[in-house]
């Protein structure tokens, strides 16, 4: 199809509108769009409807279209999370962790559980899994609102589980971990506010 000017080609995003149902079909155009070769419509110098100002697009405005987009193209349902739902689900998760670690003895479930708590607690964000003790942990050390003898008892608890689950025989200095420093590492994930937390008063 020709475009009003004569000679140019159809305007290929308007062509991806057309051609693909619902909003995937505008989704793919922006996404087009924000790869750099044209700006919101024009690739051929045609003057067709859907020009817009012919600049093109970058890195940032690509990658930032596709995350916005990427659920809506391949049609999967979604729904963003406002300030508030996301609060409540950190408090309720939150919640969960301190109900299991209360009930937990075991130094490797002590830990794990008290890292979740305190790296959400004191940067806000989600952590699971194998880097528990390793990246996330060491993350959890250097930050400042973390007490020193908080990140002591932390790091000497790790190296305790670490050594336990590499094979190796679960004693150090010829005792086993005590029941002092698994109960301490459990009340600091226990903590409200773990900056706060004051030595020998848990």
């Not at 045609?46 to 100002?53: A, V």
């Not at 300030?83 to 309720?92: G, H, L, P, V, Y």
């Not at 194998?130 to 400042?144: F, I, N, Q």
Request: glycine share 14%; proline share 4%.
């Amino acid at each position: 199809k020709k475009g009003r000017g004569g000679g140019g080609r159809h305007s290929p995003l308007r062509a991806l509108r057309d051609a693909v149902p619902g909003s995937a079909g505008m989704e793919l155009a922006r996404l087009w769009a924000a790869a750099g070769s044209v700006g919101e419509g024009r690739t051929d110098g045609g003057d067709d409807d859907d020009d817009k100002d012919g600049t093109g697009g970058s890195a940032e405005d690509f990658l930032r279209v596709a995350e916005e987009s990427c659920l809506s193209i391949c049609g999967l349902p979604f729904k963003s999370l406002d300030k508030k739902s996301e609060k409540r689900d950190m408090t309720a998760r939150r919640q969960r962790l301190s109900r299991a670690l209360e009930g937990s003895s075991d130094p490797g479930d002590v830990l794990d559980l008290t890292v979740m708590v305190l790296f959400q607690q004191v940067r806000g964000l989600v952590a699971n899994g194998p880097l528990l003790r390793g990246v996330v942990t060491d993350l959890l050390l250097k930050e400042r609102k973390v007490p020193p003898h908080v990140a002591s008892d932390l790091r000497e608890l790790r190296e305790f589980v670490v050594a336990g689950t590499g094979g190796e025989e679960e004693e150090r200095d010829g005792s086993a971990v005590s029941e002092e420093l698994v109960a301490a590492v459990r009340a600091y994930g226990l903590c409200r506010d773990v900056s706060k937390c004051v030595p020998g008063a848990l």
